[in-house]
């Protein structure tokens, strides 16, 4: 009975374990709030440049003008939490309409005013010191916005991306656009939109030359611009070396049902390997002569023959379907822009998500993620998935700088996108110079964190070698797929790694018996990484090398042996409530004397609120959780204000949390667990959309385990939404109640091997009459070695 292979298993909150967020006390003021006197001084300054901006404002009625006023406030570096975020924006907040905009930078707000009674309020409340000190403190400055430009070295014409402010009111955005366009077309110039969402909207400006266009700013539809760039290009370039293997053909089984790869890259030539693969359904943005189809059919090879051509079993599935989306041509003769790009990836998802709902997405713009901004292109590509429930699975790029011997680039736009599954690339093999050790980063493989530190890539997986000759020229050990002639060829990239993940989701929806769900494959794919033993990235340096590490093969992911149990809770959280689940199952059997013991992996991919006008704060909600601990429950007097829940817990603790754990036993263990899983638990933060932490019991010091391990001990999982200022004050003014999905898995297992977990929790489930289900399977069999 040691290797029989049990399914995972759904369970769900009971009506016990939902509760309602209480508020808390008001608190002492910060410290950084000045003295009457200087904020009398602050104040004045304040209001004699806003003054100014009544002027303006007077101006623009008196002409009926259509574009309202905008300005920026910057806040002091202590003053960034949410709370003094909240204060600011009460400051300048009018009316019914959100005149507080979003984000210039991390920490300067955009306003708009529409009106001289908007401004009059503003001014009063800047010079009420008493009321607003809290607000006034924490401003550094208020000045005129100006449109971030980024000009091109080129001094010839070339095309450009013009972005406008959102003013966070339908109509007035709908009316400024066209305004826009108008103005555009009067000064004889050619434009193009693309809606990367149906609120995040693209221009692109064909063949200026900035400096000409720049004088459009003594035209009032210039005050509208938020951002001015080139237009992003893209080429694909696909260098490939012979290789001596052979393969079989393989074919579909009649009768089987497949799931579908959606291919979106350069085509996917007939080859006699993939011909049987290929769904009679095609896409193609382009005609014959335009198309190349290399990339595109080596990629293929990858998804459906990636484990039969390293003779591995590393995905573990049976085969799956290709579907051929052509969304960029041969760039040998023509690039292609990234608005353009956008609509054909948009126009394939749209035909086909009905059955394809795993999209393979091998290529990058050429530009390195920024800090606190997150791309237009990961902008668009998260609205699709939302729009047609799909998961894109997506390349970190690529990078040479090993060739000149500089560190990784980091990731490249695209590979932002919150919703997408990002991929990393490994070593496989190593040739005499290659620089790479087999299951450390390929040395091309691009590296995290994305946009305000998100862990991008979340997972890697095998994408070749690559090292330097003699003469300082690139050689490489690559993977295998298949050329455009048929023969089997080797070439490396994070392309090659990005669809063996692609081949791992549809594997795994194909075996499963449950309708799609993107949160529940991405979460069981995260859930499953684990670091190779040979890997020799510094513990602190892992998640922004190699995200969370490479998954598991299909068959390891679905099932658990009997010294485990894996639990998913799928849900969906609102504001206002959270989940107190005080009877969380933990299994007797791991009590080792007088404490618990045991080792706890937890995963937590959720779908956070997304709105790209605020920048940095793209993701406008988090999800936090609490794993552990505690003494008892108690009573609660619900008369009493602010007490809205009736039982509590007394003496809790997260043990989820690392301070508990003891460095020395942490360095001195050497086991599977201590290799494969070790992450620092301290790694995250608010706001990422993926959180994984991973802890052994036994590692925990030994004051904390005597208070919070001994067997007496019950065992909660608490879960909770937080949303920030802006879609807090949107959702009220459209009367709404923000919310977001989720996808919990928890881990227990027994080390030693021994103990009956996965029992043990099937009774307690039972015990605490939790609703629990395994995961539907295909072959719905128990099976065993």
Partial sequence: MADERLPIKFFAKREVDNMRVEAGGGGDPPKFVLSPEELMIKSRAFVDVVQEFK?????????????????????????????????????????????????????????????????????????????????????????????????????????????????????QNTAIRNYFERSIKELGLEISRTNYTPSHVVYNIKGVNLDEFMSINQNEVFEAIFSIEPMPKYTVALDMGEDEATINISSPKQGKKYAIVGVLDNGVADIPHLKPWLTEERYTAYPEPYVKRDHGTFVSGVVVYGDHLEDQEWVGTEGVKI????????????????????????????????????????????????????????????????????????????????????????????????????????????ASLDFAEVDNPSPFTRIGR??????????????????????????????????????????????????????????????????????????LMVHSASYSENLNVPVTERVNQVGFGKPQPVREILYNSPHEVTLILRDEIAKGEYIDMMDFPMPDCLVDGDYFTGQIVVT????????????????????????????????????????????????????????????????????????????????????????????????????????????????????RGLYRDHIEVKSQQEGSVPSQEFCLMVTIKDPTGTKPVYNEANQKLNEYNFWHNSIKLQTDVTIRN
């Fill in 323 to 430: 579907l051929d989306a052509c969304v960029y041509p041969d760039t040998d003769k023509e690039g292609i822009e990234e608005d353009e790009l956008i609509r054909n990836i948009q126009e394939a998802v749209k035909a086909h998500h009905r059955k394809v709902k795993v999209w393979n997405l091998s290529i990058s713009v050429v530009n390195e993620v920024d800090e606190y901004s997150f791309s237009d292109f990961a902008v668009a590509l998260d609205a699709l998935q939302d729009q047609y429930g799909v998961l894109i699975c997506k390349s970190a790029g690529n990078c040479g700088n090993f060739r000149k011997g500089h560190p990784k680039g980091k990731i490249h736009q695209g590979a932002d996108s919150v919703r997408s599954i990002v991929v990393g690339s490994l070593a496989h093999k190593k």
């Fill in 55 to 171: 002027a303006e404002v007077l101006k623009k009625e008196k002409e009926n003008s259509l574009i309202p006023v905008v300005f920026k406030t910057k806040i002091i570096d202590d003053a960034t939490a949410k709370t003094h975020r909240r204060e600011v924006s009460n400051l300048f907040r009018t009316g019914t309409d959100n005149n507080v905009l979003g984000l210039a930078e991390e920490d300067e707000l955009i306003i708009k005013v529409d009106d001289s009674r908007e401004v009059e309020k503003i001014i009063e409340r800047l010079n009420n010191t008493q009321r607003y000190a809290h607000a006034l403190s924490a401003i550094d400055s208020i000045s005129d916005f100006k449109p971030i430009i980024d000009k091109s070295e080129s001094s010839e014409p070339i095309d450009y991306k013009v972005k406008l402010i959102d003013f966070q009111n339908y109509e």
């Fill in 450 to 523: 994305g946009p305000s530190y998100i862990i991008k890539p979340e997972i890697v997986h095998y994408g070749g070698n690559a090292g330097t000759d003699g003469n300082g020229s690139m050689v490489t050990t690559g993977v295998k797929s298949f050329g455009l002639d048929g023969a089997v060829r080797q070439s490396v990239g994070t392309s090659y790694s990005t669809p063996r993940i692609a081949a791992l989701a549809a594997g795994l929806h194909q075996e499963m018996d449950e309708e799609f769900d993107p949160l529940l494959i991405k979460a």
């Fill in 604 to 719: 937590l991919v959720y779908n956070p609120i997304l709105d790209s006008s605020q920048r940095a704060e793209y993701c406008q909600s988090n999800v936090d959780i609490k794993m552990g601990t505690y003494d008892g429950k108690k009573d609660r007097d619900t008369t009493k204000r602010n007490i809205l829940n009736p039982v509590g817990r007394d003496g809790s603790q997260n043990v989820l949390l690392e301070d508990y754990y003891s460095k020395k036993k942490m360095r001195s263990n050497t086991d599977e667990f201590a290799l494969k899983e070790r992450l620092l638990i301290k790694y995250g933060d608010k706001y990422y959309p993926v959180k994984k932490y991973a802890v052994n019991l036994s590692e925990m010091t030994d004051g904390n385990q005597k208070k919070f391990l001994t067997k007496d001990k019950n065992w909660y999982l608490y879960i």
